[in-house]
């Protein structure tokens, strides 16, 4: 007669409920978690006990599936501790050694309950790996994926943060590009300058790349679209900060911006200027102002 390893083990981990409670807290005390300092024993001592009850409840009602609707609390409840984790900084290995560091305390506790039953044991720690192998890799890619968002969320305002449109005068703006440009940041920028372009009623915008490190064909698309954005909203463009090395790699690729370049933002702002019929004029200090 076959071994039924759900039954072990949901019978195991109900008898033997406050001996692994306690080993598997002792585990995690020993672990990293705590001492990073990202967590507080008491809350990990919640979560724990949280997990627990619905582990064995899940076990009670039969099966060893943690994709079935029996295991779906608990799944929701590992998935909710792996977000908060992503959030906090946990480590991968953290995260994961909350579910796995539950193994050697349920098969302590097998081997207790089951001294002397080898068949019974095998069927126990072999169900015991295939739910919690299971119920801590959906942990993981929980984690993992809350961690994309994550980076990707702090990407996105890294971008807005490094892509700022200056006031220079009035109706001229400046963009300070640093970094090398893709087709996202292509898009942050072209939002972030059409709408100071129609905040600030703009007439010229000047586009500084002296920070981008190189300009090839791709970069030069993603400043044409900028500038043919601009354009469209009434505003003109002249790109600055062209260094000599990129300067000769542009003529290399025979790229061509068909727009006004300037070497420095200086030079640009003085064009700026001039286009919009203002000029600036050094005056002598008054005697008194010179003693």
Sequence with gaps: ?????AEVLSKTVTQDEAAI????NAALREGTSLQSGRIREAELQTQVKAVFGQIRDALASGG????????????ETLADISRSRAIQGFTPTDTANFVFSLKEPIFD????????????????????GKVLDRLGLQTMEVFLASREEVIGRQGQEIAELSTPVVRLWDGILALPLIGTLDSARTGVVMENLLQAIVDEEAEIAIIDITGVPTVDTLVAQHLLKTVAAARLMGADCIVSGIRPQIAQTMVHLGVELNVVSKATLADAFAVALKRTGRKVVRQQAPAEERR
């Design 1 to 5: 007669m076959k071994t039924d390893g």
């Design 21 to 24: 409670l306690d080993a598997w």
């Design 64 to 75: 060893l599936d943690a994709d079935a609707a029996g295991f779906a609390s608990l799944r």
């Design 109 to 128: 506790a097998l081997k207790r309950m089951l001294d002397g039953d080898a068949t019974a044991l095998a069927a126990g720690v072999w169900a015991a």
